[in-house]
């Protein structure tokens, strides 16, 4: 089939990518002209491991194209897949205005029957609104359908080639069929097509997304609980995660959740609940555990300095909002980078991928930005650990001790063991567990 993809960033990438590796023939667009200059010229503008790979190979077959010309990408395509950004407004709500452009311009652009699909995530209820925002602007027949996307960051490649399950809103028989061929492909071992009508299908990505954020921040009220009682948050997580009825995912204690996801997604279901006079109240409170989680990580660090950061220098590992992406939006490691800068410290930080990303939040102003993770070290008065990456899990903590000017850690993701913390000499800080080997 021939596709348009409407929005080149991680879905978008992914999604056009993927659906080309199985045979379609797939024109991604995007509005920003470098990102489709370097794809034209065989670079990817993201960090997602193995997406690379696929792009220039299905590009070489001829099979996946990149342009900023919209109208002449749609205007054969069979199906148009709308991925491009729907950020948080300044009021919680889902910001519309790309997807309700990138709509208009489809349905302008559109010669004949088209499936458009919305793969970007979208509030309850943006079918109607998107569905006779096109109709308006085009005598073009079309089925509009809901499918959003549930690949993650960091591992989105074989998320989107073996799905857990891929849900479709629609209410058209012809674009069924359509929408079946199109993952087919996907579906080889097992089928986890769900069909069900728009709303549902649109309800389900942020119930889904706030669930998994209920998690985060349930574990870290937890965690709170384990601090003030001596408890110790890893062992309560493995008691949990062994009850079949619980599993074990998304039960880290953390800085809490960030990403271009989870937060703004958590925003606007708070915004559906109010507007329909219906408060969703969990969510609502996870919110503002997220929120308190950061401040809490912070003020921890500056209680032990005794709330005297100016001048002091910290050596940070890991910028990304999490391992495995150079995706640094809403990041609680920018947070609480801004926030240590805020109070006056200087920083010297280490991210495998996400330097750029981080350099264009956080600017060059107090700080260093590191190739090395042990260039970090030197002269700083403690390493914060804030992203998991697997480089940081099982460093020289010799070295570490040797090279920082007092031998502290904070650990915001509780990579290591306390023992071997203790008997290294380390003074070390994690989430929901005792400190160990501090002044006695
Ligand atoms: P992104 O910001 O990385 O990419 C969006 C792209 O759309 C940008 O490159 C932008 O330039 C482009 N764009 C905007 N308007 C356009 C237009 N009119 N024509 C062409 N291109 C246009 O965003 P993303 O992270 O890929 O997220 C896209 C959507 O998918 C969002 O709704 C998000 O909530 C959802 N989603 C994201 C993820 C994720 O992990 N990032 C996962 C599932 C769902």
Redesign the pocket.
Known sequence: MKLAV?????????AGACFSNTGNDVTL????PR?IEMLQQGRT??YEPGLTEVIQRNAAEGRLAFT?D?PSAVASAEVVIL?????SAADGTVDMQ??E??AR?VARAMTGYTVVIT????PVGAHSRLTELMSGETAQPFDYVAN??????GA?VSDFLKPDRVIIGLTSQRALSIMRHLYAPFMRRSERLLVMDPASAELT?YACNCMLATRISFMNEMARLCDHYGANIDLVRQGMGGDQRIGPDFLYASLGYG???FP??VKALISFGRAAKQPIHIVEAVHAVNELQGEQVFRRISRHFGDKLAGRKFAMWGLAFKAGTD?V?ESPAIALAQRLLGAGASLAVHDPQALDTARAALGDKDVAYCRHMYEVLPQADALIVCTEWPEYRSPDFRRMRQTLKQPLIFDGRNLYDLDWMADLGLHYVSVGRPAVGGPK
């Open positions: 409407i929005g080149s960033g991680y879905v978008g990438l992914v667009v995007d509005v920003d990102k503008p993201i900023t919209l991925a491009v950004g729907t950020p790309y997807i452009m990138a311009q793969k970007s995530t979208v959003p996307e549930f690949l993650k960051e989105a990505k990403g271009s996801c703004k997604d995706d939006r």
